[in-house]
């Protein structure tokens, strides 16, 4: 026996929600508080203590987000800036690590003083500290310990190429502490940032909850970036 569903029983589906950027959030700010002194809103307005005084602490206030704003779009794009030199140095150095690795791993099979020295016979670690360790470990134990460097020569892994690298890891760590700094400082910008906004923005949504009704249905509501029908 054919069934057919019925439509009363189908479940919704939840409305999908639009998120405003903050860009454009503080841009309705902007103009709401900007015309907040035109005459045929601040007369009605002010009935319910928008005063001048009022309008004048919240457009300061808004200046100072802008301002906060401004500074956390600065550091995030030089967080991003150091992290993306850090991820291409770190790759380069890794690269040349893997084959030298492997090209040891084959030359010192059976050689246990060589296999433990190096880590050869670790598998290859996750974290960012961990390669760290193992990477800068390796070329050191190349560096101070001859024999084992000299026999490495027979692969390609040379002293200069030995060298090369340990001043590569270097400057690995450096902009690794380079990078944890923009980003501790682009946190705080954006705390900064999102304190001073949760701060202003109910006081706004409040204005223009006032506003719309007070001025229901006045086209004058368009000045401060209410759409009236």
Known sequence: METTQNPSTEVPQPKKQVYESIEATIAKM???FSNALLPEIFDVMYTVGYTVDKIGLLKS?????????????????????????????????????????????????????ALKALRLDESMPRTYSAWFQMVSNFYSQLA????????????????????????????VQSLKESQSKESAE?????????????ALYPQYTDYIKYAKILLAGNQVLEAIGVKVK
């Open 30 to 32: 902007k103009l709401a």
């Open 61 to 113: 206030e808004l200046a100072q987000l802008e301002v906060l704003h401004q500074t956390q779009t600065k550091e995030s794009a030089d967080k991003y800036n150091e992290t993306d030199k850090f991820n291409v140095k770190k790759a380069e150095v890794d690269s040349i690590f893997s084959t030298h690795r492997g090209l040891l791993r084959i030359l010192f099979k059976g050689n246990i003083h």
């Open 144 to 171: 101070e310990t001859p024999d084992i460097l000299t026999k490495a020569t027979a692969v390609g892994v040379t002293e200069a190429k030995v060298a090369a690298q340990r001043q590569a890891i270097a400057e």
């Open 186 to 198: 682009a946190q705080a910008a954006t705390d900064a940032r999102d304190a001073a906004f949760d």
